[in-house]
Structures are given as structure tokens and as C-alpha cells.
């Protein structure tokens, strides 16, 4: 099961570069000819902030595709958006936390996982002990382990 942790966000702009075309898989060409514009990244993963929150990802049951969201990952969870068939969502179900994609089964509701060794949850047979907490919206992978877990601040919500 995968499981989130909810991290405190501080509200500043985060300044990156956008390369006005987008970056080859294959032959390198020099980035400097293609600068682009600043982008504001904590508006791109933030554009609600007083409804979003961020939250690391614990486990494997979302790392198949198409989500692709692995074991320590950041989440942008955005609690304006109605949650609907094919979202991914942060749920708590009996108090534990989880994040997997909503999907409608005939006339019921699923939690289902995007790694096929995970069971999927018929939301039917939880009654009051379900709630979803918002909707994800992005995913920020890290690829050199351990340098993004230094720069964030976690607190336990309770």
C-alpha cells in the first residue's frame, strides 16, 4: 500500500528558467540559446495554496503506469477539485492515509492501485471509515536519492 506524509509548505515563489523547446532525449544541443522566461514553480504546483498541501509518498502500490509514482515521492494535493473517475486521490480510510486512482465500477466506487501486485478497494464496503482529501495533481520524482528529503520540512498532521 502506498501511504502519504503531509508536509508543510512555505509559501514563497520558487524561481526556475523554462527552455522555451523542449529538451532532446538524444543529442545534447546548448540550453543557453534556448532560454525562456522565469516560471514560478510554487504557482505551477500551487495554483490554489490555501487548498493544496504536499505529501511524500511510502510504498509501491502507485509506481506501475501510468502514474508512475514511486516510493518517496512529493505529491501536490489540490482540495478544490472534486475528485472524479481516473483522478488519483489522497484518501483516509479508518484514520491511514492512502493514494490511489478513483475509479467507477457499474454504479460503485474503487480505490485502485497502479501497481497490478496491489488489490484494488471497493469504497462500497467502508462506510464512514472513508473520506478523500484532495486530488494530485503533480508528482516530483527525485533521481539522485536524498537531496530533496533535506530541503523539506515534515511535520505529522494530527
Same mark, same amino acid.
Given at each position: ?24 532525449? @538524444? ?31 511510502? @510504498? ?9 509514482? #514511486? ?17 488519483? #486521490? ?21 480505490? #485502485? ?15 464512514? @471509515?472513508?473520506?478523500?482529501? @484532495? ?24
Amino acid at each position: 500500500m502506498a501511504t502519504v506524509e503531509i508536509l508543510q509548505i512555505i509559501q514563497e515563489p520558487i524561481w526556475i528558467i523554462e527552455c522555451e523547446t523542449p529538451i532532446p532525449a @538524444g543529442f545534447p544541443s546548448p540550453a543557453d540559446d534556448y532560454r525562456g522566461p522565469r516560471v514560478d514553480l510554487s504557482a505551477l504546483l500551487l495554483p490554489h495554496p490555501d487548498c493544496t498541501y504536499m505529501a511524500r509518498v511510502k @510504498g509501491s502500490s502507485m509506481d506501475g503506469a501510468p502514474s508512475h509514482i #514511486v516510493d518517496g515521492a512529493l505529491i501536490t494535493v489540490d482540495c478544490s477539485i472534486k475528485p472524479e473517475p481516473g483522478h488519483i #486521490v489522497v484518501a483516509a480510510i479508518h484514520g491511514e492515509f492512502t493514494v490511489k486512482r478513483l475509479e467507477k465500477r457499474g454504479s460503485t466506487f474503487w480505490l #485502485v492501485p497502479d501497481n497490478p501486485a496491489y488489490q484494488s478497494t471497493d469504497i462500497s464496503l467502508l462506510g464512514d @471509515g472513508f473520506e478523500v482529501w @484532495g486530488v494530485v495533481t503533480h508528482a516530483v520524482t527525485e533521481f539522485i536519492n536524498g537531496k530533496l528529503k533535506e530541503h523539506v520540512r515534515t511535520r505529522r498532521l494530527q
